[in-house]
């Protein structure tokens, strides 16, 4: 089955700074990468997703790459801002299938 | 609100008590999925549900029992539970497959349940 392995798992910057959490997944079939947030004492949420026919989708100030041949896709945050503290889970989620595999999360602190 | 609500929001119970978590969605989806989030662990998936049938049952103990009486309400029966069960209890739903031909993604979830075993 598909194992998603997501690096850092903790992440502290300056507001301002941008922000970048990785990730690898193992399945080749593995077609569809979504993000989400998960504020705290709160659900996680959707916000942004990549499909494996695209190498980068941007949304205002977060970001999306995807490189096929090396299995790893990468969330970038630019001009960082306190509100964008929480954790983010990265998924993979195989051709077919309606599960998603979900990393371990990153929880990503935004000092003022 | 998200079409994905869960109640309650927080319960406490003993460890001989037994509580029914609720979960119902709002999106027509025909899948349903309950996961556990502890503290600094990740997200674990429990149970599945596919057109009301239980498809995955990911090794939990029998103390925690699903029931999915249709494709919009999934429920959590727990009884015995111990102390290190304490965690947030998401609900989720989606189509299958979770991205349809359009491309659309529907993987949804709820606010949770934060329990507390006491």
């Known amino acids: 089955g598909e194992n998603v392995e997501q690096h850092p798992s903790t992440l502290s910057v300056q507001e301002g700074d941008s922000a970048v959490i990785k990730c690898t997944y193992s399945?080749?079939?593995?077609?569809?990468f979504p993000w989400y947030k998960q504020e705290l004492g709160k659900r996680p949420q959707l916000i942004i997703d990549?499909?494996?026919?695209?190498g980068e989708k941007k949304d205002q100030r977060i970001a999306v790459t995807l490189n096929k041949t090396a299995k790893h896709f990468s969330l970038h945050i630019t001009e960082t801002q306190p509100e964008d503290s929480a954790v983010y889970f990265c998924?993979?989620?195989?051709?077919?299938?309606?599960?998603?595999?979900f990393g371990r999360g990153t929880s990503l602190i935004v000092h003022p | 609100e998200t079409g994905v609500t869960q109640t309650p929001r927080h319960l406490v119970m003993g460890m001989t008590n037994k509580k029914s978590l609720k979960c119902e969605q709002h999106?027509?989806?025909?899948?349903m999925y309950w996961y556990k989030q502890s503290a600094k662990k990740p997200l674990e998936l429990m149970f599945v549900?596919?057109?009301?049938?239980?498809?995955e049952n990911n090794s939990v103990p029998s103390r925690f029992s699903p029931e999915c009486p249709n494709s919009s309400h999934l429920f959590l029966h727990l009884h015995t539970l111990q102390p290190e069960d304490s965690a947030l209890y998401l609900c989720?739903?989606?189509?299958?497959?979770?991205?349809?031909?359009?491309?659309?993604?529907?993987?949804?979830f709820g606010s949770g349940t934060r329990l507390t075993v006491v």
């Open positions: 989720a739903s989606s189509q299958d497959p979770s991205v349809d031909r359009l491309g659309h993604y529907g993987y949804t």
């Open positions: 399945d080749s079939a593995s077609n569809y």
């Open positions: 990549i499909r494996s026919n695209v």
């Open positions: 998924a993979g989620v195989s051709g077919g299938s309606y599960i998603p595999t």
């Open positions: 999106l027509g989806h025909n899948a």
């Open positions: 549900y596919n057109f009301k049938e239980q498809t």
